[in-house]
């Protein structure tokens, strides 16, 4: 059974269409997001999220060699490299890994999620449910402020 169903749906802007005859459906349970009023917007937002995971690799052969330097210790505190940064060094030399480091590693990446969701929930529901418009950036730190 459908939580949520669209059909056929239509969406321009003037005389130009971004969407002709969308259809999908949600179910209980499932979890449905976008990127963008477009496909264009969508690639372009997912590329700079996809770009954030690669940092961690761009400092790979550095981890390797020097898994406890500054690199490493920074990285390990940053939302979108700590997953793979506290894994590699985990692996490299797992004494070398202080439990402080990997609990605030950890909670740093819990407490980023949350504030993501929160601020994400909050523009969402005033820039797009409210007034159906795309926010412009000034509303959007405005609102980020205000959660």
């Given at each position: ?145 205000l959660s």
């Amino acid at each position: 059974m459908s939580f949520l169903r669209f059909d056929q749906i239509h969406k321009s802007y003037g005389e130009s269409a971004a969407r002709r005859g969308v259809s999908f459906e949600v179910h209980e349970g499932e979890v449905l997001g976008l990127l963008g009023p477009t496909e264009k917007q969508a690639q372009q937002w997912g590329m700079v999220w996809a770009l954030l995971a690669v940092v961690p690799m761009m400092f790979l052969g550095l981890l390797l060699h020097e898994p406890h330097g500054t690199a490493g210790r920074v990285l390990s505190w940053l939302p979108f490299s700590s997953p793979i940064v506290l894994v590699v060094r985990l692996a490299l030399d797992p004494a070398g890994v202080a439990w402080w480091e990997l609990a605030g590693g950890i909670t740093v990446l819990v407490g980023a999620t949350w504030l993501a969701i929160r601020v994400g929930a909050r523009l969402f529901r005033v820039g797009i449910l409210l007034t159906g418009a795309r926010p412009k950036l000034r509303e959007i730190l405005r609102q980020a402020r205000l959660s």
